[in-house]
């Protein structure tokens, strides 16, 4: 009898701190979500790093939350059978979700170089996948200016400014004309 009264203040306690931390998931993504709209109006973008870690903070949220939501689940359940099953599922979906993860952040962070150019500190993003686009970006503590797209003429100065200084052959006269 004194087992079950303490294993239910368990689960009800388990259930209070993942409601707690399914609170801090949202709010997490709500601050995520406003500050990138409102930089976006601003014409800003946040620079990679803290981009990373907000995705970092949330993955390890959510990891978190679906850990203890198992261990409550694993409580409920008699069957050994049913509960070693329901853990493999939720191992697989959770390495499914890092694995996606991390060809995510492959697949679409671009590297970002600090420089200084006309004497402004700036971050030259690189994206050399089919072909090498370099925009540069006035650095703002953790933020890029002028995140909108420019006048081609700019664009493309700008791409010859970069393979001029790392010896890359890149040929970009045919969309001048």
């Known amino acids: 009898m004194v087992g079950k009264l303490k294993n239910k203040k368990i689960n009800s306690h388990r259930k209070k701190v993942i409601l707690i931390e399914l609170a801090a998931f949202i709010?997490?993504?709500f601050i995520s979500k406003l500050s990138e709209y409102i930089l976006n109006v601003n014409n800003l973008i946040l620079l990679s790093k803290p981009k990373i870690a907000l995705w970092l903070g949330q993955s390890i949220l959510l990891i978190i939350i679906i850990i203890?939501?198992?261990?409550?689940i694993c409580n409920k359940?008699?069957?050994i059978i049913l509960k070693s099953?329901?853990?493999?599922v939720t191992i697989i979906a959770i390495c499914t979700y890092?694995?996606?993860s991390v060809i995510g952040s492959i697949l679409f962070i671009e590297p970002e170089h600090i420089i200084e150019k006309d004497n402004k500190k700036m971050v030259a993003c690189v994206n050399s996948f089919l072909?090498?686009?370099v925009s540069y970006f006035v650095i703002q503590v953790y933020v890029k200016e002028g995140m909108k797209a420019r006048n081609l003429g700019e664009i493309l100065s700008n791409i010859e400014d970069y393979a001029r200084e790392h010896n890359i052959s890149v040929v970009v006269d045919f969309l001048r004309e």
């Open 98 to 100: 890092l694995f996606a």
């Open 85 to 88: 099953g329901i853990t493999v």
């Open 27 to 29: 709010v997490l993504i």
């Open 68 to 72: 203890q939501t198992l261990r409550i």
């Open 131 to 133: 072909q090498v686009r």
């Open 77 to 79: 359940v008699k069957s």
